[in-house]
């Protein structure tokens, strides 16, 4: 799509306003792979954002097309480019946009600094928070102990889903993978680990991507093991204040014969 669009002229026209900075399409219509039932994602960059909060973000059929509108910070998403749990996603996007105004060349800017950005500096922001994250989940690690322990399915699953989604973005963010689609977060993740893993036989299992996984018992079972090899790949990074929560939430899963 270009600026000469018919279609992308009639967004701009419903959209532009003295507080619009500039305007981008992102995802995939961005990057040409747009399919049968694909969206259009429009980034607005804005000086001021919309008062109510799920104006911020809306959905709309226009031109026979269901377009989503994203309004942002021209500054917040700079700051995103420091921020190793937002860098993943803004990083792609931002490299990726295609720009169809910019009032002012500060959407071309932006797009320059992601171009050049460098994920080192960011590596031991991304650490901690992989950490924490590790820590955190013992709580979903002793939920999960509990469902199965009395056989409650909803209790185990819920659990599971928490649990494994942080681990999933624990990862990510660690590794510093880039996230150059949503649709691909999955993809990226298990290939940066490894597709023939403990790790990411754990995951499929735990998120019921494999056909042995329907039970509510072995997904909840694999939910554990995939924390435990998450502990193991991330030992070093654990610091002092948190060992005793890793440690004993390993050592119950051990002794409840989850090991």
Do not use: C
């Not at 994602?41 to 989503?68: A, H, M, N, Q």
């Not at 937002?86 to 320059?112: C, F, H, K, N, Y």
């Amino acid at each position: 799509m270009t600026l000469s669009d018919p279609f992308i002229q009639s967004v701009l026209e419903k959209i532009d306003s003295p507080d619009v900075i500039g305007v981008s399409v992102v995802g995939s219509f961005a990057r040409g792979q747009e399919a049968k039932y694909s969206d259009v994602d429009f980034d607005i960059f804005v000086r001021i954002l919309p008062e109510r909060e799920y104006d911020r973000y809306t959905l709309r059929y226009w031109g026979g097309k269901l377009v989503s509108l994203k309004y942002i910070l021209l500054e917040d998403e700079k700051a995103a480019l420091s921020n190793p749990r937002r860098a993943i996603w803004a990083v792609p996007g931002l490299r990726g946009m295609q720009i169809v105004l910019d009032r002012d060349g500060s959407l071309a800017e932006l797009q320059t600094l992601a171009q050049n950005f460098d994920w080192s500096p960011l590596q031991p922001a991304a650490d901690e928070f992989a950490a924490e994250e590790v820590t955190g989940s013992a709580e979903e690690v002793h939920k999960i102990l509990n469902g199965l322990a009395v056989g409650h399915e909803s209790t185990v699953l819920y659990a599971t889903w928490g649990l494994v989604k942080n681990m999933l973005e624990a990862v990510a963010v660690q590794r510093g993978i880039l996230i150059v689609s949503e649709n691909r977060y999955f993809d990226l993740i298990q290939d940066a680990v490894g597709r023939d893993t403990k790790w990411v036989s754990a995951f499929r299992s735990a998120w019921g991507m494999d056909s042995t996984s329907s039970q509510y018992q072995t997904r909840g079972a694999a939910a554990l093991m995939l924390y435990r090899l998450t502990v193991t790949m991330f030992d070093r990074l654990i610091p002092e204040k948190h060992r005793e929560v890793v440690n004993r939430t390993i050592r119950l899963i051990k002794e409840a014969g989850y090991a």
